[in-house]
């Protein structure tokens, strides 16, 4: 691996600017948070009589009684977007772990996906590349990518060897949970465990967890405001057990205080979830602020993939059950922000195809990076979409998604209107967004069909060799 980084530092070529002068980057990704739960998007949360039934019903396309909508409280991120940029046709893996490996290193989960909870230690990711090129590197909020509950030394500084000077994460060498009064109970948000820098944190009575990680954020900030950074939060909220914040009456009661056994917790909590998400990632922007540092800051914000159940929102009146797990729209479409006063026009609101492959060279072009060829990666920068030129945007993205083996999963590409499986079946997602209705090959036009035939081709280049025979 030193030889590695060795190789990595020597074909790096930067951009005409001095180091201290380069932007910084702040990359935030939610998690289990899909575009309908903005409100900048028209996203609402649904209040139904049983969550459960309602999202399968939601789902097979039965009518459901809604009691009441309640619109998503996002008032940082509906200012980001006004005052910045927003893509419609952002699309994630279905899965977190999937969705990490590939925004991480750039490629597609079918080049380096290896298992569930594991990136592949020879991969390379963002992170190593600024920080060869001389960027202060943190991350903090959820892990997830180190392939088991090892706790040796070399597992709980896995988040250095893939670049990171500094860390505050959950689930690093744990399952994030951990036992209070003989129960054993989720441990990322009420009296949370913790890995810092190598050091695993049980139970911290009384905080919330992604209060510490946001506090570790500023106070990496504050203290590399005079030399570029990079601080990357996939954030510990909104994934489930859906539970209180410190902005809920509960959390000041001790006897309410306490961490959720239940895995799911209570849905009822969801949209003070989202709100607190939302307050968490205006206190980075209000730290940034009072640096100085915001004009000369690139703050990207997204989510790792779509609603978990049995979550039911509206998105402009219509009904969307969370399709976490799945690869329709509601499984794969989230959220795109982008903000950069005086660099990213305001008001721009983009309908470019953009995949978690593309962040990758997105960061190495902003911090004038050149990634190096032979890592072979499949994204494409968005930067001059961000600055308001065209760019080269994509023609189609592609998605393979087997996080637990060949017989639990699907593999597709698509454009943002058609979207067409390995197993054949193609649909027209802007008349079928949750995939009901295939069409048929009787009803396809010449046009149809050249974007039919050039999605399978899609497949074809970049599946993984050899996965889908027979043994």
């Not at 290193?105 to 380096?112: C, F, H, W």
């Not at 072979?376 to 760019?391: A, C, Y």
Request: overall charge neutral; glycine content about 8%; proline content about 7%.
């Amino acid at each position: 691996m030193k030889l590695k980084l060795m190789m990595l530092a020597a074909v790096l070529v930067t951009g005409p600017n001095t180091l201290a002068s380069r932007p910084n980057i702040v990359l935030i990704m939610a998690d289990d948070l899909g575009y309908e739960c903005l409100g900048v998007h028209g996203g609402a949360y649904a209040k139904t009589r049983n969550h459960e039934r309602a999202h399968k019903m939601i789902s097979e396309g039965e009518t459901v009684e809604v009691l009441e909508t309640t619109p998503y409280r996002t008032p940082v991120l509906d200012r980001l977007a006004g005052t910045g940029v927003r893509f419609d046709h952002c699309h994630s893996q279905p899965l977190c772990t999937p969705s990490r490996v590939q925004i991480m290193t750039g490629k597609y989960n079918s080049r380096n996906y290896r298992g569930f909870n594991l990136l592949d230690p020879d991969e390379t990711t963002f992170a190593q590349l600024l920080k060869q090129a001389g960027y202060a590197t943190c991350i903090a909020g959820k892990w997830q990518l180190n392939g088991g509950r090892k706790s040796n030394e070399e597992m709980l500084n896995r988040p250095r060897h893939f670049g990171f000077d500094e860390w505050c994460l959950w689930q690093v060498t744990t399952d994030g949970r951990t036992k209070i009064d003989g129960r054993r109970v989720d441990g990322r948000y009420a009296h949370p465990v913790l890995s810092i820098n190598g050091k695993l944190h049980d139970r911290m009575q009384d905080k919330y967890g992604p209060d510490v990680c946001t506090d570790y954020l500023l106070d990496f900030m504050a203290r590399h405001k005079d030399a570029p950074f990079l601080v990357y939060y996939p954030m510990i909220l909104t994934h489930c057990p859906f539970t209180i914040t410190p902005d809920c009456p509960e959390w000041q009661d001790p006897a309410t205080r306490k961490a959720e056994s239940n895995y799911k917790g209570n849905p009822k909590y969801f949209p003070d979830m989202v709100t607190y998400m939302d307050k968490l990632v205006g206190r980075i922007v209000d730290k940034l602020d009072q640096l100085g540092l915001r004009d000369n800051t690139l703050v990207l914000f997204t989510g790792d993939n779509g609603t978990d159940k049995p979550i039911v929102s509206t998105l402009n009146g219509r009904l969307v059950a969370g399709g976490k797990r799945t690869s329709t729209d509601w499984g794969t479409r989230v959220p795109l922000i982008a903000n950069w006063p005086g660099t990213v026009p305001p008001g721009q609101v983009r309908d470019d195809l953009v995949d978690f492959s593309d962040f990758l060279p997105t960061l190495c072009e902003v911090a004038g990076v050149k990634v190096p060829g032979d890592l072979k990666i499949d994204g494409r920068s968005f930067l001059p979409q961000l600055t308001g030129k065209p760019g080269q945007p994509r023609e189609w993205i592609y998605g393979w998604h087997y996080p637990f083996g060949r017989k639990d999963g699907a593999e597709w590409a698509r454009t943002q209107r058609y979207k067409l499986y390995r197993d054949g079946r193609f649909y027209d997602v802007s008349r079928d967004v949750v995939e009901r209705e295939p069409i048929g090959d009787d009803e396809l036009s010449p046009e149809t069909r050249r974007i039919r035939d050039m999605l399978r081709e899609v497949i074809n280049q970049n599946t993984r060799p050899g996965f889908h025979e027979k043994n």
